[in-house]
């Protein structure tokens, strides 16, 4: 055997012989050199010095592919693990008919839900007397500046009257909801659609206001470049303040107002039908396993959490995590991706960017700009950008935001569950450390520094934050009503 | 705002303001527009048509990296709170002084490794006789063809006898080990350390007197080109048959004899230090991990094996599986990379590729290719490409390849434990319809085909394989013996 030859093979055997399986090795025997040999059993094997791959020494590091595919086939078998022990331990536990609303609260909620038009109307009404103010200002306008200031000058006095009116009636749809929901309608399934549309109103309506006070004022000094986007020109205001305008507002997946939106040509129903089978089937997965799954653990880590074991308490947290992670994960997907899409597609809003890529945040702050826009988008055009426009520190103007979401996440949560304990508030504040501490990671340009935040983000939010959030309302309920469906023994 | 602008701000917003953070957005406020608008209120967010980046119209993909990072998260979780659950339920359970190995164990053992020199002196001495009937052959050698050939065939009759001495010699070592492993060493790791030494020294038994026989017919008849690797001429039959070059080959960490393997300069002790270190952390860790966790899960599981409760049988499956993949993964590495490596780096042997990236296999014949080069480049030199020589099939010979393992683990895991349950053997045998069936996924150019074979493989081996099988003996240990260390109730 020539060394040429010796080192192909040595070489054809170093790339672990890809090239021959055993079973087929005839057909690769006529290029290995022992083979052809007349003598088999002196074939040199050992022929020159080599590394084992894993040595510090190997020149060249193996992939570790293999290792990925391993790590998911891990994650199902423990997952399936979990699934039949829980079948053992707890047999079927899903159960359409253990469930209890009541007539009561279909009732009030569907009357709560009738409410709100009335109060969108209201709007309607205050701000169509402001521009009808306006325009008659307009009208009588004379020529001098000094004039045209008086004039603005009266008309600025007149904001605080429409901020006033648009404030009681918004606040006042939403403080009834709340008051409603709280007392009056025990299942909070119910309670927290109730109360997320009254919050999602209320926070249009405000959108509506701030937007309408701004076109007016640039109404009235049209000299000065209001920088008014061109997409607007379309319909200039007054003439954007209609029922039909302010109902499109009203069901459009957005929470900031603009008298124009980019719209798709046409509705694509098959599109939508789609859109709306994965959110009812994302729907019924997330109800059985909190049926099947949640519920349990949450049950067994009741006494836990009285007692304050806090070994038992983390193994609670743990067993939840995962979980409530994929719960989060469907219910985002359901949302976000299929609810929000078909609601878009029929009513042809074209501005689809309802989240970016969250998952990857490499910090906090990344985190809650791309997860949810369009609350994203109505705190920074109705609160922060304003607030720093007003000389206010980024830091501080944040704090306003977090502190507001803060509340609105309490209320959302708290009221139908009525318990108030402040968790979901803390939890929000808490952001703000958080958002100050990974920031920096963010702006690394290694790709371990992203990691790092990457990780920091998951473990803050879905694998401590949630769970544990989870577990103390759910504590807090049982503590006030016990179990919310009658369980099997 | 400019339509330019607004694409600005749009794009700026639709890679989900990555350039600013809310903390720090006083810096970033200078580009986007609408913070620099005298009417901050009215800045048009939704400027154009976007998908979500979820949806099948999205033109780009986003990077998934951040589920990666989300997926290792929750492996760590889940095994953690595994961890914190054993704790709870066992508290420690490791006990140093429970483990009841027999004085009579260690000095049998003893006794068996002291034997196997004498058997490989045998060998040695067989080999110089042969040796020296060949020098003679060659000294009253003529010069005409057809004498030659009749020596040849003289000296091909003599073979027989000396293949009758090294079977007999190395076989009856084999034999005496296993007999007195099975019938008087009860502790089976001290057992399996003297089997699996056995066994070693069987394997290099024959591959010494097979490779010594091809060299003595090479050197009969030096016309006819022998195809000798050149690495052999540093040593050239018949001065390899020496004691130092056949014990050199007896400490080698291989099972392939060559007169001459490829050499380091200089051992580095400082290397030899770090693997041994790693071999007994190594092993440290394996005992722990087998005494905390895979000891209860297989205790547990001893009646549900014996009612035959399937269910619970995956599950508990399942639930070793995991403890013994890390074992699996951690055993490798101290003895394939850590100890071997060290043996190696002691005696200077040069060729350190005991293992290739197994780990990758997209078949299961790859993964016995590549998982542990000896025991492949023996059967591969002194079984297969004979056979195939001899016009045997390839799936015949490998065939026989796979039957010699199997019989050969049958012996490595029945023996020690006193338990012929055929076990190990139907395991190994049932590797060629894997093989025969993952061959084509190898062939594949595409990544999928490779990652389903990948994943065949390590569900078949690592997943269900390996823990059934340790399951299985368990089980029939128990049987036989009850507990193998007292454990504390």
Same mark, same amino acid.
């Given at each position: 055997?020539?060394? *040429?030859?010796?080192?192909?093979?040595?070489?054809?055997?170093? *790339?672990?012989?890809?090239?021959?399986?055993?079973?087929?090795?005839?057909?690769?025997?006529? #290029?290995?050199?022992?083979?052809?040999?007349?003598?088999?059993?002196?074939?040199?094997?050992?022929?020159?010095?080599?590394?084992?791959?894993?040595?510090?020494?190997?020149?060249?590091?193996?992939?570790?592919?293999?290792?990925?595919?391993? @790590?998911?086939?891990?994650?199902?078998?423990?997952?399936?693990?979990?699934?039949?022990? !829980?079948?053992?331990?707890?047999?079927?536990?899903?159960?359409?008919?253990?469930?209890?609303?009541?007539?009561?609260?279909?009732?009030?909620?569907?009357?709560?839900?009738?409410?709100?038009?009335?109060?969108?109307?209201?709007?309607?009404?205050?701000?169509?007397?402001?521009?009808?103010?306006?325009?008659?200002?307009?009208?009588?306008?004379?020529?001098?500046?000094?004039?045209?200031?008086?004039?603005?000058?009266?008309?600025?006095?007149?904001?605080?009257?429409?901020?006033?009116?648009? *404030?009681?009636?918004?606040?006042?749809?939403?403080?009834?909801?709340?008051?409603?929901?709280?007392?009056?309608?025990?299942?909070?399934?119910?309670?927290?659609?109730?109360?997320?549309?009254?919050?999602?109103?209320?926070?249009?309506?405000?959108?509506?206001?701030? *937007? !309408?006070?701004?076109?007016?004022?640039?109404?009235?000094?049209? &000299?000065?470049?209001?920088?008014?986007?061109?997409?607007?020109? &379309?319909?200039?205001?007054?003439?954007?303040?209609?029922?039909?305008?302010?109902?499109?507002?009203?069901?459009?997946?957005?929470?900031? %107002?603009?008298?124009?939106?980019?719209?798709?040509?046409?509705?694509?129903?098959?599109?939508?039908?789609?859109?709306?089978?994965?959110?009812?089937?994302?729907?019924?997965?997330?109800?059985?396993?909190?049926?099947?799954?949640?519920?349990?653990?949450?049950?067994?880590?009741?006494?836990?959490?009285?007692? @304050?074991?806090?070994?038992?308490?983390?193994?609670?947290?743990?067993?939840?995590?995962?979980?409530?992670?994929?719960?989060?994960?469907?219910?985002?997907?359901?949302?976000?991706?299929?609810?929000?899409?078909?609601?878009?597609?029929?009513?042809?809003?074209?501005?689809?960017?309802?989240?970016?890529?969250?998952?990857?945040?490499?910090?906090?702050?990344?985190?809650?700009?791309?997860?949810?826009?369009?609350?994203?988008?109505? @705190?920074?055009?109705?609160? %922060?950008?304003?607030?720093?426009?007003?000389?206010?520190?980024?830091?501080?103007?944040?704090?306003?935001?977090?502190?507001?979401?803060?509340?609105?996440?309490?209320?959302?949560?708290?009221?139908?569950?009525?318990?108030?304990?402040?968790?979901?508030?803390?939890? @929000?504040?808490?952001?703000?450390?958080?958002?100050?501490?990974?920031?920096?990671?963010?702006?690394?340009?290694?790709?371990?520094?992203?990691?790092?935040?990457?990780?920091?983000?998951?473990?803050?939010?879905?694998?401590?934050? #949630?769970?544990?959030?989870?577990?103390? %309302?759910?504590?807090?309920?049982?503590?006030?009503?016990?179990?919310?469906?009658?369980?099997?023994?």
């Amino acid at each position: 055997m020539t060394q *040429t030859e010796a080192t192909k093979t040595a070489s054809s055997q170093s *790339t672990h012989a890809a090239a021959e399986t055993i079973v087929n090795a005839a057909l690769s025997s006529s #290029q290995s050199k022992p083979r052809r040999s007349k003598y088999r059993h002196v074939a040199a094997y050992h022929l020159k010095q080599r590394h084992s791959s894993l040595s510090r020494d190997a020149n060249v590091t193996p992939s570790f592919l293999g290792f990925r595919n391993l @790590m998911v086939l891990v994650l199902v078998a423990m997952n399936l693990r979990l699934i039949i022990e !829980n079948f053992m331990k707890y047999g079927v536990l899903i159960c359409i008919k253990c469930h209890d609303y009541r007539r009561q609260d279909l009732i009030l909620g569907s009357i709560l839900f009738a409410l709100v038009p009335c109060h969108l109307f209201v709007a309607y009404l205050i701000e169509s007397a402001a521009a009808g103010a306006a325009k008659k200002t307009i009208g009588l306008q004379k020529k001098t500046a000094e004039e045209k200031e008086y004039d603005q000058k009266v008309f600025q006095s007149t904001w605080p009257y429409t901020a006033f009116l648009h *404030t009681a009636n918004a606040t006042l749809c939403l403080a009834v909801t709340s008051f409603v929901v709280y007392f009056y309608i025990h299942h909070p399934g119910i309670g927290t659609i109730c109360e997320l549309h009254a919050i999602i109103v209320w926070l249009k309506n405000c959108s509506f206001a701030f *937007t !309408n006070r701004d076109l007016r004022l640039a109404l009235l000094n049209p &000299s000065a470049d209001p920088g008014l986007p061109e997409i607007y020109s &379309s319909c200039p205001y007054p003439r954007n303040i209609t029922i039909s305008n302010l109902s499109y507002f009203w069901l459009a997946p957005t929470l900031v %107002y603009q008298p124009v939106y980019p719209r798709t040509s046409s509705i694509r129903w098959s599109f939508v039908a789609k859109r709306l089978a994965e959110f009812a089937g994302l729907s019924v997965f997330i109800w059985l396993l909190s049926a099947q799954y949640a519920a349990p653990v949450l049950r067994n880590s009741i006494e836990k959490i009285a007692v @304050m074991d806090i070994a038992s308490i983390l193994e609670r947290v743990m067993k939840l995590s995962t979980i409530s992670l994929v719960i989060w994960l469907a219910g985002f997907f359901a949302l976000f991706q299929a609810l929000m899409n078909a609601l878009a597609e029929v009513m042809r809003f074209g501005d689809r960017e309802f989240y970016t890529d969250w998952w990857n945040s490499s910090s906090l702050g990344m985190y809650w700009r791309s997860w949810n826009r369009p609350v994203y988008l109505f @705190m920074k055009r109705h609160v %922060y950008s304003p607030l720093v426009g007003r000389g206010w520190s980024p830091l501080a103007a944040s704090g306003v935001v977090f502190a507001l979401s803060a509340i609105l996440h309490e209320m959302l949560v708290g009221i139908p569950t009525h318990n108030f304990i402040g968790v979901a508030f803390a939890g @929000m504040m808490f952001q703000l450390p958080l958002i100050v501490l990974t920031a920096p990671l963010e702006k690394k340009r290694d790709p371990l520094g992203k990691t790092i935040g990457n990780c920091i983000f998951w473990v803050s939010f879905c694998l401590v934050g #949630q769970p544990l959030g989870a577990l103390l %309302y759910f504590f807090a309920w049982q503590a006030k009503y016990g179990s919310v469906s009658k369980m099997r023994p």
